[in-house]
């Protein structure tokens, strides 16, 4: 992977929903929120962010028989390579190179 730093997924709040994804695949909206510890209005922008630079997809499904739907959040291919290639670039900075 080459190294790239990424301005988009640098903030931490996306960065850290990039790693999330990376780890998991994909995830509810809440999980996301919730384990980030973020208003819905906070994750939203974020998530925002990422889709609209091509790095998530967020697909509503029927959520568990209760009427309402569900966001599912997922690394798109081009949000992973652009994941792989920031972290690299974090791994030169931290090497000093």
Known sequence: MEPKFDDVIHAPIRLRICGMLEA????RFDALRDTLDVSDA???KHLKTLADHGYV???KKAGGGKGYKV???RLTDDGLRAFQGH???LKRIIAGE
């Open 24 to 27: 998991y695949g994909t995830l």
């Open 57 to 59: 997809t967020l697909t």
């Open 42 to 44: 906070t994750c939203s």
């Open 87 to 89: 972290v690299a670039a």
């Open 71 to 73: 966001t599912w959040v």
